[in-house]
């Protein structure tokens, strides 16, 4: 299969892209694990997302995350749980946007992955066989970078090999994302869940 002529690499999100977003039962399996009321989970989200930026970043350990989320340290075992329960929300994928992948990889085509994920997770998906389609796997916690931050881009950028941004894909579920790496150079594709997308965007056509 030829490589497509118009990208020398493209720069993966996993997270709305490769992962699929958790679901609201997986939410509640979460929630409950947090000893927080089920007719609350908006709050719980609240609480979930309000330091995860740090967390992802690499600035809070897991202990110092859960602390803030559940306004109390949780105990060894409760933080293992809380860990399991967390992970397991964004371990699942979408075989579709896989399959694209896997054509793309056969064309030579180099891909590397940017997540904003804690290193627990990043430790968990560095196990899956589709981090064999990588070239190289980058997470926020081990860059201490999230994106939108364009260091966070620049040390995807180099692990890609290319010389030109503009022929270098960032492919994201976050328009926010997107527009940082296009203002650094790079193109963009601002993903919205259309394997089809993807795939008019890495595969040559015939």
Not at 134 to 158: F, G, I, V
Not at 172 to 190: F, I, K, W
């Amino acid at each position: 299969m030829t490589r497509h002529t118009g990208l020398d690499a493209v720069i993966l999100d996993y997270n709305g892209v490769i992962g699929l977003q958790p679901t609201r039962s997986q939410w509640l399996r979460l929630a409950r694990t947090a000893s927080w009321p089920d007719d609350d989970l908006t709050g719980f989200q609240r609480a979930f997302w309000s330091a995860r930026e740090p967390y992802d970043a690499g600035q809070l350990s897991d202990m110092a995350y859960w602390a803030r989320v559940l306004g109390s340290h949780p105990g060894p075992r409760l933080l293992r749980e809380l860990l399991t329960a967390d992970t397991d929300m964004w371990t699942g994928t979408d075989e579709h946007v896989l399959a694209v992948l896997r054509r793309a990889h056969r064309t030579g085509l180099p891909m590397v992955l940017l997540s904003n994920a804690p290193r627990h997770l990043s430790d968990v998906l560095d196990t899956h066989d589709w981090q064999q389609l990588m070239t190289q796997a980058l997470y926020s916690a081990r860059l201490e970078a999230c994106k939108p931050d364009p260091s966070a881009y620049h040390h995807a950028l180099a692990a890609t090999g290319a010389r030109n941004p503009a022929r270098v894909l960032l492919v994201d579920d976050r328009a926010d994302n997107c527009q940082a790496a296009r203002s650094l150079g790079l193109t963009a594709l601002h993903y919205t869940g259309q394997p089809a997308d993807l795939e008019a965007a890495l595969l040559p056509t015939a």
